[in-house]
């Protein structure tokens, strides 16, 4: 883990010194939660869909331990091979032991938010395994060294000028060219090399049904597919709350997932995998990391049901204007907000409060997860755990005092008003935040009890 | 019917025009209103910023001044929905679960309660409605663009009633302005151009005034539309739907 980061205020900040560009991000995504409306709001039964997935989810949660033995049980008798993980480093240890096993130096690997929650691609470069990332904007952030900004949409803060500069000294494109056609083909080329010399390719999972032992990975790139279909090992991995029951219920969750996720009525890719070919090998890591912790939290249990579609990220008003990076987690937004405290409290206690409680967030969730009311319950565990900073405990301590008291309460308000009105510097200066973009209210002379007193009470 | 007027803490102290129009909207509609002279704060400030631990007083306070109302009526969503979700007191717990029932927002107050069809009012303006999150998603006063479900919106369904009265289309309609309570101070950044861009909206609509039903939005809105010298202003729907009342 990173030893210093960024709190989420701060990222903030240095994000909206480029005023245009935090303007072309907002606008960016808000076009992309306006196409999940559309698509939404073509389906008569949306809402109905939405409580079904969340329930069949809540019946997952409820019953992990069966569904997990069911699904192992199913996928060792279709030849696959199944690991379990406690953590990210034992999860890293097992991709790293299947690729030392095979002698390969050289791997591809599809969309995985897996692996970027448990940082594989730095373990297999300290191990000398060189890791291609193939969906196009995975393939963009890693040639910059950054993490993905976006669940869905890994580089959704970058412009095509940006693109074309990155491509321009990574993959020798001309400089200057930022042609989307142009870039993309670049990329093909460079990818389809990639492509036919790795003997290994990891890819993530969207669903993984017990009934049948099978996994599904939505994409619209065919990536996944080109790279397990070419590969002579596929290792997908997955965090244990990908479970569903039984084929069938396929049919609800695809049709949420791509509307969500980009307003488009299914992924261009739903595959299933089943079983490996012939003279394949197949492997599946089934990873807990904190997931059994969170489960055991009763006000959070709820985050497990997340699908990864993105549309809380879209939506929220905060991410739209602070990007992907602010939020220091694999995944960012208002999910990741109430992921990571239970990875680390410490590191991620600024997280739940970068939120308005707006509560958009919720309302778009294709599996109906609470949101907006865990990050508020997630303020009371971080403070009362002990995250919270001394002034904040201090002016909350003094707000307290005040509010609870009406005297001091009135008293207090009256001396404050006429300050602001007789020496506004008092507030108006650049130690008060509020004072640096907006102007203080102008306090009135009486307070609204004075004026009741003075004209109503008889 | 005996109404106990819960006015917000900061209303009190910077907006009492709210206060006065609230209270004479009601009595206008006959109702026969109270103002417990001992009311502080809902208690919210401290919840919201993870100290809900710490709203006990604030609690015990507000029970003490609003027992006994066959209505408490509040001229604002967030404080509204704050007491509806979390006022608690062990001893007296009863009284907080009656206290959570009877607490009502002043528009959904008028809808749905008064049942108000007809105001006298009359406000010559273009306006944009400001739907504050908290009384819109949190209380269900409007119907929620996430949403596929039927339109309505209870503070529209007044506005329409008020003569004259120009109520403008937003491009974005429910999108929170970023005041978001101590959250405008912690993340100053975010929520400046968060409001910065509701304004914005607004100003695009050509509006004379942003009006809404919770004056902490109205009140970071119009502390930039003051930096920005903008000739727009902003004004609470109390006051409009009480604008003939003088």
């Known amino acids: ?458 | 019917m005996r109404v106990g007027l819960f006015i917000p803490c900061y209303v009190d102290q910077f907006y009492p025009q709210i206060g006065v129009a609230t209270l004479e909207l009601l009595e206008k509609l006959g109702c026969e209103v109270h103002f417990p002279l001992n009311q502080t704060c809902c208690g919210q400030p401290m919840a919201n910023s993870g100290f809900e631990h710490l709203t006990g007083g604030c609690n015990s306070l507000f029970i003490d001044n609003f027992e006994g109302f066959d209505y408490i009526v509040c001229p604002s969503g967030s404080c509204t929905l704050h007491i509806k979700e979390h006022l608690h007191e062990e001893k007296r717990e009863e009284k907080a679960s009656t206290i959570r029932k009877r607490v009502y927002e002043l528009t959904e107050f008028l809808t749905d309660v008064l049942k108000v069809e007809n105001l006298e009012a009359n406000f010559p303006h273009r306006v944009g409605l400001h739907q504050s999150c908290h009384g819109q998603r949190g209380l269900k006063l409007a119907q929620m663009s996430e949403l596929n479900a039927p339109f309505f919106s209870k503070p529209e369904q007044l506005l329409k009633q008020v003569k004259q009265l120009d109520l403008v289309s937003l491009s974005r309609k429910d999108e929170c302005c970023g005041f978001g309570g101590t959250f405008c101070v912690t993340e100053e950044a975010i929520s400046v151009r968060m409001g910065q861009d509701r304004v914005k909206d607004h100003e695009d609509k050509n509006v004379e005034f942003i009006t809404g039903g919770d004056m902490s939005c109205l009140m970071h809105l119009e502390g930039i539309l003051r930096r920005q010298q903008s000739p727009v202003k902003v004004i609470h729907i109390a006051e409009i739907l009480n604008s003939t009342v003088k």
């Open chain 1, 1 to 458: 883990m990173e030893s210093k980061v960024l709190e989420h205020s701060k990222a903030s900040e240095v994000f909206n010194k480029d005023k245009e560009r935090v303007g072309w991000h907002d606008e960016t995504l808000w076009f992309v939660r306006s196409k999940r409306d559309k698509a939404a709001h073509n389906i008569p039964d949306w809402e109905l869909l939405r409580s079904t997935a969340s329930n069949i989810k809540h019946n997952v949660l409820s019953n992990m331990h069966d569904y997990l033995v069911e699904f192992e049980k199913n996928a060792l008798a279709n030849g696959v091979h199944v690991h379990w993980a406690a953590d990210a480093e034992e999860h890293n240890k097992i991709v790293h032991g299947i690729i030392a096993k095979h002698g390969v130096t050289r791997m591809v690997k599809s969309k995985s938010m897996l692996t970027e929650e448990c940082h594989l691609n730095d373990y297999l470069a300290k191990n000398g395994v060189e890791v291609i990332d193939t969906d196009l904007g995975e393939r963009i952030v890693q040639l910059r060294d950054e993490p993905p900004s976006h669940i869905v949409l890994p580089a959704i803060h970058l412009k095509k000028e940006d693109v074309g500069e990155t491509f321009h000294i990574h993959l020798g494109t001309e400089k200057g060219n930022k042609d989307p056609q142009y870039l993309t083909e670049a990329a093909r080329h460079h990818l389809r090399e990639t492509f036919l010399t790795r003997k290994i390719a990891l890819t993530g999972v969207n669903f993984a049904v017990a009934q049948t032992g099978e996994f599904v990975v939505c994409t619209n790139e065919g990536n996944a597919d080109m790279g397990a279909h070419l590969a002579d090992v596929h290792i997908a991995c997955m965090g244990f709350e990908k479970l569903i029951p039984r084929r069938e219920h396929l049919g609800v969750f695809l049709r949420l997932l791509a509307r969500s996720a980009t307003g488009q009525p299914i992924t261009t890719y739903s595959s299933h995998f089943k079983k490996p070919r012939e003279g394949q090998e197949m492997h599946i890591v089934i990873v807990d990391n904190g997931r059994s912790t969170q489960l055991g939290r009763e006000d959070f249990r709820n985050s497990l049901k997340c699908i990864r579609c993105g549309a809380c990220m879209n939506t929220c008003p905060v991410y739209r204007r602070s990007g992907g990076h602010s939020y220091h987690n694999a995944v960012a937004g208002p999910i990741g907000s109430i992921l990571a405290p239970n990875l680390d409290m410490r590191k991620n206690a600024d997280l739940p409060f970068a939120s308005t409680l707006c509560g958009s967030c919720s309302n778009v969730c294709p599996v109906k997860i609470d949101i907006h009311d865990q990050l508020y319950k997630w303020r009371q565990v971080i403070v009362k755990e002990g995250y919270a900073t001394t002034s904040k405990k201090l002016g909350m301590g003094a707000m307290t005092f005040t509010l609870s008291n009406p005297a001091i309460y009135q008293t207090g308000g009256k001396v404050g008003r006429w300050f602001m009105r007789n020496i506004p510097f008092v507030v108006n200066n650049g130690l008060n935040p509020w004072f640096k973009n907006r102007e203080m209210p102008e306090p009135p002379k009486e307070s609204f009890r004075e004026w009741y007193l003075n004209n109503k009470k008889s």
